[in-house]
């Protein structure tokens, strides 16, 4: 959740994120609570100095980081955090951010101000992650009329396909900017941002634009991270292909890029307690984590850690 990409070792130097009208799935229907997402959103944050709450557990989020993080609760992350703070039979209480989540681990978690992070890569160095609860990766997104299989970035017909679009910073462009193909795409996906830079600055298209681009036409596929587009599929109105990619991408020269990433709960790197805690939990709470994950579309892989 916390960059525009996915994959904390390879692409750890990028810190970095409706069209379609998607309706979440109600709390209820997923295990939790209504009540419970609608009381968490609400908490305020946690003041400096303030005592904190042994009974509750503050979750970084950011306010409006769709559809990973929302204010209202409706956000898979969030939904995920309500989860996990029933298993460990604690209140959750989100600590919101205005700015993108990429800045969580910085102004938030390191002051002390939440205790956890839902959805960081599995070993970012920046923090002590859990073991995963869930292992996914990222999809091609194409138009079921468009008739494309694609499903690894070694498929030939890449090279010949209309515009792309792929998150800054992430596996993706790298990978067409090796193909050679990033410059007939780079105006074009600058011009979903309204040409705002991303050097020096936080910027990433919008995961319901992308999807959108496809099914208006005038992308033929997207590539995405599958938890930030799953929910856009879904409730598309057209028919849509969604297709893990194989992880055997690699750059010309022979390096990997990988696809496919296991997703762990982020604590500060001393606190081992809330970690023990937080890893017997998850044992708990993975049928209504993995029904969350079922509802939001998100295709899963066995995960091997």
């Known amino acids: 959740m916390l960059r525009p990409t996915r994959s904390s070792t390879w692409f750890s130097a990028v810190a970095a994120a409706a069209l379609l009208g998607a309706a979440p799935a109600t709390a209820a229907s997923l295990g939790v609570s209504g009540d419970a997402v609608n009381n968490a959103a609400s908490n305020p944050a946690q003041a400096p100095g ?10 970084c989020a950011a306010k409006n980081q769709p559809p990973l993080s929302l204010e209202d609760g409706s956000g898979l992350e969030n939904k995920i955090g309500v989860a996990l703070a029933d298993a460990l039979k604690r209140k959750a209480q989100f600590v919101w951010s205005e700015r993108p989540a990429i800045y969580l681990v910085r102004d938030y978690l390191d002051k002390n101000l939440c205790d956890v992070i839902i959805g960081l890569d599995t070993g970012d160095p920046r923090v002590a992650t859990s073991r995963p609860y869930y292992r996914t990766g990222y999809v091609f997104v194409s138009r079921e009329d468009r008739g494309l299989d694609v499903k690894s970035w070694n498929d030939a017909r ?13 596996p993706g462009e790298a990978l067409l900017k090796d193909m050679g193909q990033y410059e007939d795409n780079m105006a074009y996906l600058y011009s979903l941002v309204n040409f705002r830079s991303a050097r020096n600055q936080y910027t990433q298209i919008d995961p319901s634009r992308m999807v959108g681009e496809v099914v208006n036409g005038s992308a033929e596929i997207a590539v995405g991270f599958a938890p930030d587009v799953a929910r856009y599929v879904k409730a598309s109105t057209v028919p849509l292909r969604m297709s893990l990619i194989e992880d055997d991408a690699a750059k010309s020269n022979g390096e990997k890029v990988p696809q496919r990433f296991e997703q762990s709960v982020a604590v500060r790197r001393d606190d081992k307690a809330l970690l023990d ?4 939990a998850l044992v708990s709470a993975k049928p209504k984590i993995d029904e969350i994950l079922k509802a939001e579309g998100v295709p899963l892989l066995p995960v091997t850690q």
């Open 277 to 280: 805690a937080v890893n017997t």
């Open 50 to 59: 303030q005592a904190v709450d042994p009974n509750s557990l503050r979750i």
């Open 158 to 170: 890449l090279k010949k396909a209309g515009h792309i679009v792929v998150a800054f910073g992430s």
